[in-house]
């Protein structure tokens, strides 16, 4: 695709359900990174892969945050029993390799009442 | 201590001044490094990367790299109020994957 695409760019789930995001990256790009963005915050890190691997889960928050990455391409991005503190701005970048000139998708904005 | 640290500002220039960023980051092993601009409600956006020490110009925008010091800053130029907005560093540490600072916040003034 042209750019790095995320859905939904807008999720409401209540407290304790499980949601799933989605980032389809730039076509070729085999480098893939989820970050999140709370209201006035920085990007928290949470995982990169390489191709369909996770080299560094370490920036995961918590067991009920999970992700994966099929086929090189398509990453989702779930959470588990979902906490208000999950509430933020999911963002998703894609690049070439390792040259880390990264690109970013609109982002999914959950929000968990 | 931060991976990536940079002065979260708010940083306030006159309209056609200097504005100069700072960062600094801890992995010595770190090989590449960038600036994302980043609007209010907007994701961030890349503006310059820099793999060499020294100076790299574009347009009303330098970055400049400090190995040695670990120490990246942009300067931008004849600052516009449309510059005005959330300056991101981020670098490659040594795992290759990609940490960012908390950002500089920047207003132009006209």
């Known amino acids: 695709g042209a750019g790095v695409s995320q859905s939904p760019s807008n999720k409401v789930t209540e407290k304790g359900k499980d949601v799933e995001l989605r980032c389809d990256p730039i076509?070729?790009?085999?480098?893939l990174y989820w970050y999140r963005q709370s209201l006035g915050q920085g990007l928290e890190f949470l995982i990169y892969?390489?191709?369909?691997?996770?080299?560094?889960k370490s920036g995961l928050p918590s067991d009920r945050f999970s992700a994966e990455r099929t086929g090189g391409s398509v990453s989702t991005l779930t959470i588990q029993r979902t906490q208000q503190e999950d509430s933020a701005v999911y963002l998703c970048?894609?690049?070439?390799?390792?040259?880390?000139?990264?690109?970013f998708g609109q982002g999914t904005r959950l929000t968990v009442v | 201590q931060k991976e990536v640290e940079q002065n979260s500002g708010p940083l306030s220039v006159p309209e056609g001044a200097i504005a100069s960023l700072n960062c600094t980051y801890s992995?010595?092993?770190?090989?590449?490094f960038f600036w994302y601009r980043q609007y209010s409600g907007k994701s961030p956006e890349l503006i310059m990367f820099?793999?060499?020490?020294g100076d790299k110009e574009d347009g009303r925008f330098t970055a400049q790299l400090n190995k040695a010091s670990q120490y990246v800053s942009l300067l931008i130029r004849d600052s516009q109020p449309s510059d005005s907005a959330t300056y991101l560093c981020a670098v490659n540490p040594s795992n290759n994957d990609m940490r960012f600072g908390a950002g500089t916040r920047l207003t132009v003034k006209p």
């Open positions: 970048a894609s690049s070439l390799a390792r040259t880390g000139l990264a690109f």
């Open positions: 820099i793999y060499s020490n």
């Open positions: 892969f390489q191709g369909n691997s996770a080299p560094d």
């Open positions: 992995d010595r092993g770190s090989q590449s």
């Open positions: 076509s070729g790009h085999t480098a």
